[in-house]
């Protein structure tokens, strides 16, 4: 997936459109503002449901985009289309309503969960537009159906990526829940290892191909019951 500086660099050298630029970053703006604080608030507010207000105290369970915001995180989202919010805070050990290993799990899964719900929702007005067809759509359409597009497929990118079960990604924590004592150990003892494994595959590009086709095959299940539209 092309970041929006991609887009820009290659537009300014005539490989694509001014048009494919403003969808780039249209579509990052929407994560970063919509996205990233959706999925932010579900990590705070399971937390909550758990029976740990760290993160309400915090002020994290909420949708205000400022809240959540790590502009370095931002910036990269738009450099080369994986970015980070701030971190939510949670004490596993408050969640007093569940057993430590199920908040884990739940408190975990609940961001990367909260892509996927982001990406169907987009997907709707997005299939709704698409039955109008090409034909009968005025350009501002067409735009505008392109922008949803791409943006539920960044969600979709970034609920695979945060489910790699490495650290520090939510699919580790995830993955927690389910190890033995030594295993976790092990690996929460290598973290920096794991850290810079993941770092030399995402920026040797091995991850890419892995990471496209589970992509195109969750848009594809989840295009499926959209279909009924129309």
């Excluded at 050990?93 to 609940?110: D, F, P, Y």
Aim: with cysteine.
């Amino acid at each position: 997936m092309r970041s929006s500086a991609t887009e820009l660099i290659m537009c300014l050298a005539g490989q694509t459109s001014v048009i494919d630029v403003i969808i780039s970053i249209f579509a990052d703006l929407i994560v970063i503002f919509v996205c990233f604080p959706v999925h932010e608030c579900a990590h705070a507010l399971v937390a909550k449901l758990c029976g740990d207000d760290t993160a309400e105290r915090a002020g994290r369970v909420t949708l205000n985009p400022f809240a959540h915001i790590d502009w370095i995180g931002a910036l990269m989202i738009f450099l080369c289309s994986i970015g980070y919010a701030k971190p939510v805070p949670v004490n596993l050990e408050r969640c007093n309503k569940v057993s430590i290993r199920k908040a884990n799990l739940l408190v975990s899964a609940a961001g990367p969960l909260s892509n996927l719900l982001m990406a169907f929702i987009l997907l709707i007005p997005y299939r709704i537009l698409s039955v109008v067809g090409i034909e009968q759509m005025s350009e501002t359409m067409i735009l505008l159906a392109s922008m949803l597009y791409y943006a539920a497929e960044i969600n979709v990118f970034l609920m695979i990526f945060n489910f790699i079960p490495l650290p520090p990604f939510d699919g580790f924590h995830v993955l927690a829940t389910f190890l033995p004592p030594k295993a976790l150990y092990f690996m929460e003892r290598n973290q920096r290892i794991f850290q810079i494994i993941v770092l030399l595959l995402i920026f040797s590009d091995l991850l890419d191909y892995p990471l496209a086709i589970a992509e195109n095959a969750i848009m594809h299940v989840l295009m499926i019951p959209l279909r009924l539209i129309g």
